[in-house]
């Protein structure tokens, strides 16, 4: 890990909050499903099937958030990467010129 950040533990962490945005998709899929049958009808499968709409609901913007979680984390990674490239090149720009400086020195 870099004193400026760890690019690959950022993206690690986006793995990791994108799978969990796949799982509450599956669990939202899951909990929708016993709704489809048609057999049950009238009001009260109404009203469960509507429950069941709202929970669903309440996962997908949960798994949306994660998503979008997940995307703001791979582009801090990214901005950390071009950072950490910026700053590489500014420490050899200083060491060239510094070992150039101490030749002329000399």
């Not at 004193?3 to 799982?23: F, H, I, K, N, V």
């Not at 669990?27 to 057999?39: G, M, Q």
């Not at 309440?58 to 901005?79: K, N």
Request: glycine share 6%; no cysteine; proline share 4%.
């Amino acid at each position: 890990m870099s004193w400026y950040g760890d690019p690959e533990g950022l993206d690690r962490l986006a793995g990791t909050l994108a799978s969990a945005a796949a799982e509450v998709r599956e669990r939202a899929a899951a909990v929708r499903s016993p709704t489809t049958a048609p057999r049950w009808r009238g009001p009260a499968a109404d009203a469960f099937r509507a429950a069941v709409a709202r929970e669903a609901a309440v996962l997908d913007r949960a798994a949306g958030e994660l998503e979008d979680a997940a995307a703001a984390v791979r582009r801090h990674a990214h901005s950390v990467r071009h950072e950490l490239a910026r700053l590489e090149a500014l420490e050899h720009a200083v060491s060239s010129g510094l070992s150039q400086l101490s030749r002329l020195v000399r």
